[in-house]
């Protein structure tokens, strides 16, 4: 039986111990609560160790990254501040190595590699990809490879190499290959109810108390978009 953290919405556990919690985030929940007051994966995480351990009070869980609302797949959550301290500074030094598939309009390039300069409106929450140095446009870097392609879409296995704000869907709509369902940056295919073509598919990093690399990975979900390939 898989484990779950039993709430709504229900979100997978692929792992736990007393310093983390591996998650596979579902599309549509918030990494952490905005205005909205829409789910979001830091609280009802928090509702599940609440639950499980019959933890009087509140409870405390630190978020060491996020994944857009509309962006599912791999996070890992810090159960105590040592662990959130220590898993934090792996991101900051970017030892913490995650890999998305993003599932994209047209016929891409078999790989590449992309370097932008991105800029973030914080007024409309949009970012603009540059290709050269403007500004406070920051640098980032990122390497795909075409894994699945048909005449319409393709399946990219992309690397970060630096973690901007929308990085991934701004550098691939910028080069002509917007992700299907992107209702921010993609001109087409990205109406109401179309799920978004990214996700977190493998992460890994250092076990904050343990000596050792924690390599995780998920499949994609049996759903649309995903469901155009097979596997």
Sequence with gaps: MKKSTRTNPDIPIIYEDNHLLVIDKPAGVLSQEDHTNHP????????????KYKKEGDVWLGLVHRLDKPVSGLM???????????LSEEVRKNRMKKTYWALVNGMA???????????KDKKTNLVKAYNSKRGKAKEA?????????????S???VDLETGRPHQIRVQLDKIGHPIFGDYKYA???????????????KLSFK?????KIMSFSVKP???????????
């Excluded at 390039?109 to 800029?119: A, D, R, S, V, W």
């Excluded at 001109?187 to 598919?201: A, Q």
Aim: proline share 6%; glycine share 4%; aromatic share 8%.
């Design 40 to 51: 979001d994966v830091l609280r009802l995480c928090k509702q599940y160790i609440k639950k």
């Design 76 to 86: 890992v959550l810090a159960k105590t501040s040592k662990a959130a301290s220590r």
């Design 109 to 119: 390039p078999m790989e590449g590699n992309l370097t932008h300069f991105l800029e």
């Design 141 to 153: 870097k990122l390497s795909f490879t075409t894994i699945k392609q048909s005449k319409d879409y």
């Design 155 to 157: 399946i990219l296995e």
């Design 187 to 201: 001109e087409s295919n990205s109406g109401p109810g179309k799920n978004m073509g990214l996700r977190s598919m």
């Design 207 to 211: 076990h904050p108390t343990l000596d």
């Design 221 to 231: 979900p049996k759903q649309q978009p995903w469901d155009i390939f097979d596997y």
